[in-house]
């Protein structure tokens, strides 16, 4: 059995890993985002000190959230504002180089590379807070909404871009210290989020229902989304590491000495 379960927002990671590779692209071209983000992930469950005994979960984004069922709107801004981007055809290459990326890493590495239709990352992190309650659960993340999970107490937030991550000294902390995720969850009901095109404060009951349907993370999701995770979730089972098909030597040599095991 698994002694901890890390789930790594997967789309924080591919985003960081492309803008990596869009600063290094002209200068070596054959660091791919891919390169990047394993090496990004790598370094994470290093800091964690993690072993074949953990169980690591890469939540990825699928299309046409259900949340559009409850608000038409909710992130109508994003796809608007990507498609006016001078590199949005770009972009559209690199989401594909990954789509492929998942599908071999999902096969060759002991981590579990999830994405459902409809299913956001975070569906996955709220899902599974509340059924492993008897694991301890480690996520990695930048996005605020995550907070509210802080409400479980086997639930770290680990967030890579923060200062106490990235000190080096003897007290510093790899976790976030959090005070009410509830209170988090309150203020995203009652003010909206702007990123997500989520405005104002609900004017009514069934306004303020849906809004509640689309940011809670912490209670259940609506029954027929968290029926799919759960059973995605529970028919999970150990994977094999098959180190020596990685493409990357520098990736292979990585793994060895993060898993302290040999090609």
């Given amino acids: 059995m698994s002694n901890r379960i890390v789930i790594v927002d997967g789309g924080f990671v591919l985003h960081r890993s492309v803008l990596a590779f869009k600063n290094t692209e002209e200068s070596s071209p054959f660091l791919r985002p891919t390169f990047y983000f394993l090496r990004m992930i790598i370094g994470y469950l290093k800091r964690l000190k993690i072993d074949l005994d953990d169980q690591i979960i890469i939540a990825l984004d699928g299309r046409n959230s259900w949340r559009k069922d409850y608000d038409p709107n909710y992130k109508a801004n994003r796809k608007i504002n990507r498609e006016k981007q001078a590199d949005a055809e770009w972009w559209n290459e690199r989401f594909a180089e990954f789509d492929i990326a998942f599908e071999e890493w999902n096969k060759l590495l002991n981590w579990n590379f999830l994405k459902l239709e409809r299913i956001e990352s975070d569906d996955f992190a709220s899902v599974a807070c509340r059924l492993f309650k008897d694991k301890e659960i480690i996520l990695v993340t930048q996005d605020g909404d995550w907070k509210m999970l802080s409400t479980f107490p086997n639930v770290k937030i680990m967030n890579p871009t923060i200062k106490s991550y990235k000190s080096k000294a003897k007290n510093a902390t790899l976790f976030q210290s959090i005070e009410n995720g509830y209170a988090i969850l309150e203020e995203k009901i009652n003010k ?70 040999e090609d």
């Fill in 192 to 261: 909206g989020d702007v990123s997500d095109n989520i405005k104002g404060k609900p004017q009514n009951e069934i306004e303020y229902e849906n809004r509640k349907k689309i940011v809670d993370l912490i209670h259940e999701l609506p029954s027929h989304i968290e029926t799919k995770i759960r059973q995605k979730l529970i028919e999970l089972l150990p994977k094999n590491l098959y180190i020596n098909k990685i493409k990357s030597p520098a990736i292979r040599k990585e793994l060895e000495k993060l898993y302290n095991v």
